[in-house]
């Protein structure tokens, strides 16, 4: 059973965080690639799948680079 909010509510909650960071000058290079991940799989129509499915956009984004 997915989580409640899922991947949709955790890409929403890192954007919160990315404007935080952004608003505060503050480098988190880790947090804002993390929130890459979650903004692809909201694009790819996951919103509503459990957080463990993410590694699925980790491994496509990674392939993907791989090709160029």
């Keep these: 059973k997915p989580s409640p909010g899922?991947?949709?509510?955790?890409?929403?909650?890192?954007?919160?965080?990315?404007d935080t960071l952004n608003a505060l000058r503050f480098d988190a290079r880790v947090a804002l690639a993390a929130r890459e991940y979650f903004a692809a799989a909201s694009?790819?129509?996951?919103?509503?799948?459990?957080?463990?499915?993410?590694?699925?956009v980790v491994e496509e984004l990674g392939a993907m680079d791989n090709k160029s």
């Design 43 to 56: 694009e790819q129509g996951m919103d509503d799948r459990e957080g463990a499915e993410l590694i699925t």
């Design 6 to 18: 899922g991947l949709g509510q955790m890409s929403k909650d890192m954007s919160i965080v990315k």
